[in-house]
C-alpha cells in the first residue's frame, strides 16, 4: 500500500487571511484535517466535500483527544496511505509540540513536512499596536511560556535572567499564572512600573486588549474577565500602543455574525467588515437542474430572464449537451444584477436590467425555484429550474465550532428565501428551532423574513424593516461602544 504524509501547517493567530498560500494549498487537498480549537473554524470551509474532519480541541483542564491519542490519529491515517493535514493555531515550531508528533512519525518512518505560521507572541502586539522590536526599546525579544506540566502548573524559568537580560518578552498561555508571574519577574529584578499588555483572541473581530503594569495587570485582567487565548507582553516596548494601535473594534454588537447568501448580501458583508465584526458565510453547493425541456421549446420565447449568475452557466452547459450554440441565442435577454451581466458578457450575449415594470410578450424567467417568489406579481411567469443551491457538509463542523467556542452569537436573515435554507440546515445539524434561539441572536431583515423565522418557532431578537435601517442601527451602535471606550 502506498505510504501517507502528513503535513503540519500553521493556521496563524486567527484571521484566516493569515494563512500561508501554501497551507491553503495544502488544506484543500488534505483527505484527513485534525485541528485545533485555536483553528479559526471558517478554514474548515477550504477543505473537500468528502474530507474527514477530525477536532482536537484544547481547552485548559478540558482536553477532547488527549496528546498521545493525537499521535496515534496521525500514524493510523498516513498508514493508510492518505495525504493528512495536522492544523495547528500559531506556528507549529512555537509551544505547537510539532517536535513530538514528527518525532513519532520519524520512527515509523511515515513522511511528513513542516509549514510555518504566524505565530501569536507577535502577531497579537502588533494587532494591539506594539511591535515586538524596536531599536529605542531594545535588542532582545523572548518567547516563553506560561505554565508547565507538573502538578502545579507554573513555569519553571531562568527567571533572573528573563528579568534582567531580555527587553520584551512574550508569554503564552499564561492567564491562569499571571500573577505569579508578575511576582516572580518584580521578584528577579524586573520594576514595578514595567509596562504589561494582554490580548485575548488576537486577529479575531473579538479581539480584547489590556494594558497595565506588573503590579496592576493581574487585577485589571480579572476585572475585564480576560481569558486563554491570550498573550502576555512585558516591557516599556508596550508604551508605543498609544500611538500605534490600529486594530480597534468599533461595535461591541456581536461576537461575530453568521450571515447566509440572500438578498443584498455583499451590500450587508460590507458593512459588518467596515464594522470589524468576523462574518461567516456558509458555503454552498450549486445542483443542477434535471429537467431541460424547456430548451426544446425555446424558440417560442421572445425573452430569457437570467435570475442568477450560477442560472447562466448551467443554461450554457445544457445548450451545448443539446448540440446548441450560443449563437442561437435570439431573445433579448435580462439580468437581475451586474454580475449576471459579466457573467453573460463572457459568452458574447448583450443584456439589460431587469425592472419591476418592464412589459415583455412572451419571457422565460431561468433560476432556482426560490427565486421565482421575488418576481413582481404583475409579471407572467413561465419559470425554469436550472439549479438549486444547498448549504454544503462542510458548513456542519463549522457551524458547531463557531457555537461551540463562542465565536458565533448573532444569526442575520436577509430574505425568506435564505431564511428558510439555513433553519432547515441547522434542523439536520440537530439544532432545533427553540434551540437556535438559545444558541444565537436572530435579526430578520424585512417583515415577511420575520414571520416566516416565527413560524419556524424560532424566537427574534430584532427586525429590520430594510438594510438601511440596520445599516442605521449599526452606525448607532457603534457610536456608543465607541463613546463608552472613550
Not at 469 to 482: M, N
Request: neutral net charge.
Amino acid at each position: 500500500m502506498k505510504q501517507g504524509i502528513v503535513y503540519f501547517i500553521g493556521a496563524g493567530p486567527g484571521d484566516p487571511e493569515l494563512l500561508t498560500v501554501k497551507g491553503r494549498r495544502l488544506l484543500q487537498e488534505a483527505d484527513v484535517i485534525v485541528y485545533d480549537r485555536l483553528v479559526h473554524p471558517i478554514l474548515l470551509m477550504e477543505t473537500r466535500e468528502d474530507a474527514q474532519l477530525v477536532y482536537c480541541g484544547k481547552k485548559p483542564c478540558q482536553h477532547t483527544l488527549r496528546q498521545e491519542d493525537i499521535q496515534k490519529q496521525l500514524l493510523i491515517y498516513a498508514r493508510r496511505g492518505l495525504k493528512v493535514v495536522r492544523l495547528k493555531g500559531g506556528d507549529p515550531s512555537v509551544f505547537g509540540r510539532v517536535g513530538e508528533e514528527a518525532e513519532l512519525l520519524a520512527g515509523h518512518e511515515i513522511d511528513y513536512e513542516i509549514v510555518p505560521g504566524i505565530t501569536s507572541g507577535i502577531a497579537a502586539p502588533m494587532y494591539a499596536g506594539v511591535p515586538v522590536t524596536h531599536r529605542k526599546f531594545g535588542g532582545s525579544f523572548a518567547m516563553v511560556t506560561g505554565h508547565s506540566k507538573d502538578k502545579h502548573g507554573k513555569p519553571v524559568l531562568e527567571w533572573d535572567s528573563l528579568a534582567k537580560g531580555i527587553d520584551t518578552i512574550a508569554f503564552y498561555m499564561g492567564m491562569k499564572n499571571l500573577s505569579y508571574i508578575c511576582e516572580q519577574l518584580i521578584t528577579y529584578g524586573k520594576p514595578s512600573t514595567t509596562p504589561v499588555l494582554v490580548v485575548e483572541w488576537a486577529t479575531f473581530g473579538k479581539q480584547r486588549t489590556v494594558e497595565g503594569t506588573l503590579s496592576t495587570i493581574s487585577n485589571k485582567v480579572v476585572q475585564q474577565k480576560i481569558a486563554n487565548p491570550a498573550i502576555t507582553l512585558v516591557g516599556d516596548i508596550v508604551s508605543l500602543r498609544r500611538k500605534l494601535k490600529w486594530f480597534e473594534r468599533s461595535t461591541v454588537v456581536s461576537q461575530g455574525i453568521i450571515l447566509p447568501e440572500g438578498n443584498n448580501h455583499s451590500y450587508l458583508k460590507a458593512m459588518l467588515a467596515e464594522a470589524r465584526l468576523d462574518v461567516y458565510e456558509p458555503s454552498q453547493n450549486v445542483i443542477e437542474g434535471k429537467d431541460t425541456s424547456y430548451l426544446s421549446k425555446l424558440d417560442s420565447f421572445k425573452e430569457l430572464v437570467f435570475l442568477s449568475k450560477e442560472s447562466i452557466s448551467i443554461f450554457i452547459k445544457s445548450l451545448g449537451r443539446k448540440g446548441k450554440d450560443v449563437r442561437q441565442v435570439q431573445q433579448t435577454v435580462y439580468t437581475v444584477d451586474s454580475k449576471a451581466q459579466e457573467e453573460l458578457q463572457t459568452y458574447g450575449i448583450q443584456s439589460s436590467l431587469l425592472g419591476d415594470r418592464m412589459k415583455m410578450e412572451r419571457p422565460l424567467f431561468l433560476g432556482r425555484e426560490e427565486d421565482r417568489f421575488s418576481l413582481s406579481s404583475s409579471m407572467n411567469k413561465e419559470f425554469a429550474v436550472t439549479h438549486q443551491k444547498k448549504i454544503s457538509s462542510v458548513f456542519s463542523e463549522t457551524l458547531h465550532r463557531l457555537i461551540d467556542d463562542g465565536h458565533a452569537d448573532t444569526l442575520l436573515l436577509s430574505d425568506c428565501e435564505s431564511a428558510h435554507s439555513f433553519l432547515h440546515f441547522m434542523k439536520e445539524q440537530g439544532i432545533d428551532s427553540d434551540q437556535a434561539g438559545e444558541y444565537l441572536s436572530v435579526f430578520c431583515i424585512g417583515k415577511e423574513t420575520a414571520e416566516l423565522v416565527k413560524r419556524e418557532g424560532v424566537p427574534i431578537s430584532l427586525v429590520f424593516s430594510s438594510k438601511e435601517e440596520f445599516t442605521e442601527w449599526l452606525t448607532a451602535e457603534s457610536s456608543l461602544s465607541q463613546a463608552a471606550k472613550a
